[in-house]
Antibody
Framework: EVQLVESGGGLVQPGGSLRLSCAAS????????MDWVRQAPGKGLEWVSY???????YYADSVKGRFSISRDNAKNSLHLQMNSLRAEDTAVYYC???????????WGQGTLVTVSS | EIVLTQSPGTLSLSPGERATLSCRAS???????LAWYQQKPGQAPRLLIY???NRATGIPDRFSGSGSGTDFTLTIRRLEPEDFAVYYC??????????FGGGTKVEIK
């Protein structure tokens, strides 16, 4: 059974940093592309970042230069380092496995990041 | 940048009725890399359809996807009580790597 468990969310002041982690199990993690997707309270879904199995990386323009995605294939873990956080980064952050045809076939339960003074 | 526009914003229907949801792309979606998701309050999204028309594992056959190029449709043949939710389309391709539509809420009439 595929499981994705996020951790690291919480309350942080504007300009602060936070590191999210995602523990993956139930599939061959090193072979799979992974994404972070976020959802602000009461809003729709927003893609944040992508990393392939071989660590090709992409970012949404809204986070480029501030967020950094990484993976540890030996530990089956995915990370998102978030710096220079802004109020508009407040959202639930989902760790997501990429499946066929660019779809997102398994989602974690999400971790809430709140940026506020 | 490919922008996905979903319509209508809200669909008010009764159980047993047919739901037709639209997703229109500002440019052609490459290789039909178009997916649909269902999201219920307090839950993570769930993949319904990938590759425009392929049902994901465990998805009932009352859900179907169609379309190509810039126009895609999600059809729910006969709405069950558990189908009332928000639905999102998503494309995968060139930069930005992924984009989502704004969502369609299917509510009980």
């Amino acid at each position: 059974e595929v499981q994705l468990v996020e951790s690291g969310g919480g309350l942080v002041q504007p300009g602060g940093s936070l590191r999210l982690s995602c523990a993956a199990s139930g599939f061959t993690f090193s072979s799979c592309s992974m994404d972070w997707v976020r959802q602000a309270p009461g809003k729709g879904l927003e893609w944040v970042s992508y990393i392939s199995g071989s660590s090709t990386i992409y970012y949404a323009d809204s986070v480029k230069g501030r967020f950094s995605i990484s993976r540890d294939n030996a530990k089956n873990s995915l990370h998102l380092q978030m710096n220079s956080l802004r109020a508009e980064d407040t959202a639930v952050y989902y760790c997501v496995k990429m499946g066929s045809s660019g779809s997102l076939d398994f989602w974690g339960q999400g971790t809430l990041v709140t940026v506020s003074s | 940048e490919i922008v996905l526009t979903q319509s209508p914003g809200t669909l008010s229907l009764s159980p047993g009725e047919r739901a037709t949801l639209s997703c229109r792309a500002s440019q052609s979606v490459s290789s039909n890399y178009l997916a649909w998701y269902q999201q219920k309050p307090g839950q993570a999204p769930r993949l319904l359809i990938y590759g425009a028309s392929n049902r994901a594992t465990g998805i009932p056959d009352r859900f179907s996807g169609s379309g190509s190029g810039t126009d895609f449709t999600l059809t729910i043949r006969r709405l069950e009580p558990e189908d009332f939710a928000v639905y999102y389309c998503q494309q995968y391709g060139s930069s930005p790597r992924l984009t989502f539509g704004g969502g369609t809420k299917v509510e009980i009439k």
